[in-house]
């Protein structure tokens, strides 16, 4: 069985990898990475191959960023080359970016079966590119691999079941803590003297709603001063934010260290000594809250609305009075409790695996 694995950002490596890992282990089952380059950077690339033990992209398609409309289509003309020239059994996609779309679009025009890995996820926002893609992802897959059963809910609601290829099976991401969050803690030395200072936040920020609008992103910068003159602020500067941030006339605050982007591995070190993580990230939600960190979302809206419920994240938006309030809340107040199982058992790659050659997840 030919598997083709469509990937091109960071959180798709990480859930690629352990994936990857498991279907290495099956009989019979080659897989191949397709790489559409929408992280080129090294550092929010070749790291976390090298990191991950991931095997060299069969293809890397090199798009770099651009206007959705280009980045997409650059996708699409690659991807079909590869899926025609191979032949894949079926095509995999992982989460929400334009690589997810564009992998699950080529499959269905070119009559391959997809798979998604993290479906159903829903923040009920069309104005976020993010949301776009992962419905229309779902749409086009017949496999559905959901991590929480929140996800399974909002498909139901769409008219997707179990018959409709719709699996519960855990969080990917959850996995690759249990797997690779045992290694030797490396911190980054540009971010060592905000650690090595005691309580310190963590924050990112590079989604297109907060980034390419000037007033949300000063807004953001803003917040990230306020809580600096609390604690310090470790924030590893996306490329793109960077850009973003110069091409606006803005300037990262007093207290907050500007690092560049961290490696996986280096951003489980820094979550493991967070006393507070903000972010506008959705997979940074979850591992902030498998660290034991409170989070802060730097968004209106979350897909991750159980983490909400829980009392383990907080809605600030991009106003900065409501991000230190929203800060000051989670510092202020002990750890809510846990819920168990939220996010699986850490063996959803497995259940992935197995169901992807037709066995029982």
Not at 79 to 94: G, M, N, Q, T
Not at 348 to 360: E, F, H, P, Q, S
């Amino acid at each position: 069985m030919r598997i083709l694995t469509v990937i091109g950002a960071r959180p798709q490596f990480v859930k690629a990898a352990v994936v990857t890992r498991e279907l290495a282990g099956l009989p019979g089952v080659e897989e191949r990475l397709l790489h559409t380059g929408q992280h080129y950077d090294d550092s929010m690339s070749a790291r976390f191959f090298e990191e991950l033990s991931l095997p060299a992209p069969a293809w890397n398609l090199g798009v770099g960023s651009g206007p959705h409309g280009v980045q997409t289509a650059r996708m699409l003309e690659g991807i079909e080359a590869a899926i025609s020239a191979w032949r894949p059994d079926r095509v995999l996609v992982h989460g929400d970016t334009n690589s997810t779309l564009a992998g699950a679009l080529c499959a269905a025009k070119l009559h391959v079966p997809c798979a998604h890995v993290e479906a159903g996820l829903r923040s009920f926002n069309r104005r976020m590119p993010e949301e776009v893609n992962r419905v229309v992802a779902d749409v086009l897959s017949d496999l559905l691999f959901c991590p929480t059963q929140a996800a399974v809910t909002n498909l139901a609601a769409e008219g997707r079941g179990h018959a409709s290829g719709v699996r519960l099976v855990g969080d990917v991401m959850y996995d690759a803590v249990r797997v690779f969050g045992g290694g030797a803690a490396r911190v980054p030395a540009s971010a060592a003297a905000a650690v090595s200072a005691g309580r310190f936040a963590l924050a990112t920020c590079h989604r297109a709603g907060n980034t390419d609008d000037r007033a949300k992103l000063a807004g953001v910068l803003a917040g990230l001063g306020a809580v600096a003159r609390r604690m310090p602020v470790v924030f590893p500067v996306h490329p793109r934010t960077l850009a973003a941030i110069s091409r606006a006339g803005l300037a990262i605050p007093d207290g907050v260290a500007a690092i560049p982007p961290a490696s996986y591995l280096e951003t489980l070190s820094l979550l493991s000594r967070a006393a507070l993580v903000l972010t506008d990230s959705g997979g940074l939600q979850k591992e902030a809250f498998f660290a034991g960190a409170p989070c802060v979302t730097l968004r209106d809206e979350t897909e991750w609305v159980e983490l909400v419920e829980a009392g383990w994240n907080r809605l600030a938006g991009t106003d900065p009075d409501a991000i230190l309030r929203a800060a000051g809340e989670a510092l202020g107040r002990a750890p809510p409790p846990r819920p168990d199982g939220l996010y699986g058992d850490g063996h959803a790659a497995a259940r992935i695996a197995r169901a992807l050659v037709g066995g029982d997840p």
